[in-house]
């Protein structure tokens, strides 16, 4: 991934793009048809904002979060966590999709985007099968600002270097961000149960690990 220039800042907005793709319904369709669009050399994060539109936010929440829900090089989780805390403070906030240029002009090459969304795209299309609206009390403004505020949390675990600490926490933003995103309540309310078991996952490694500390302090002195 590499850096094409710093701007002021990107909001969706309906250029033109994207209008080739403003027609299709699934994420994992938009990302497919984005990333074999053979006119584009490389793909940015601004055209993901511009094709996106107002699902952006909840959908860049899911494309930062799925590498780190897998097995992935050591660092990766440092790399995505600092757009996810900043997409989920804004979903937590309930404002528009925005990005600041440093972040919003990073690009990759469309072959390599292609690659990673040729690898997710079989897992979304998947769990998009699953979602429908439902439960619609779990999707108004009030939730989607506590899921943010969740995603946040989670975000800012992810960010850190703790073992174990960001393939589940990813998984649970993953599920909300896909729930948000079709208006399922019921896969909110999922995601809200896995940030639970993230949580106590990562609280039992952190405590295991200043156990460990202790005991070796004492031994020493």
Do not use: H
């Not at 989780?77 to 919003?104: D, H, K, T």
């Not at 079989?122 to 779990?138: I, N, S």
């Not at 309540?185 to 039992?204: E, H, R």
Request: net charge neutral.
């Amino acid at each position: 991934m590499s850096v094409d220039g710093l701007g002021s800042g990107v909001r969706p907005s309906a250029a033109t793009d994207g209008e080739d793709i403003d027609g299709e319904s699934r994420l994992s369709d938009l990302l497919a048809v984005l990333a074999a669009d053979k006119r584009r050399e490389r793909i940015a994060i601004r055209d993901l904002l511009t094709a996106l539109e107002d699902r952006a936010l909840a959908a860049l929440l899911f494309i930062f979060a799925f590498p780190n829900a897998l097995p992935a090089p050591p660092g990766l989780s440092a790399v995505l966590g600092a757009p996810l805390i900043f997409l989920a403070a804004q979903l937590a906030l309930g404002m528009r999709p925005w990005l600041p240029g440093m972040i919003a002009n990073r690009s990759m090459a469309r072959a390599d985007f292609e690659a990673v969304v040729m690898r997710a795209r079989p897992w979304l299309a998947r769990g998009e099968a699953l979602l429908a609206p439902r439960l619609g009390w779990m999707s108004t403004m009030p939730m989607e600002r506590l899921v943010g505020i969740v995603c946040f949390l989670l975000a800012v675990v992810l960010f850190l270097p703790i073992p174990l600490g960001n393939m589940l926490p990813a998984f649970a933003i993953c599920v909300m961000a896909l729930g948000v995103l079709e208006r399922d309540g019921l896969w909110i309310a999922a995601g809200l149960l896995f940030s639970v078991l993230s949580a106590g996952l990562v609280w039992g490694v952190v405590y295991a690990l200043v156990k460990t500390a202790l005991f070796l302090i004492a031994q020493i002195f």
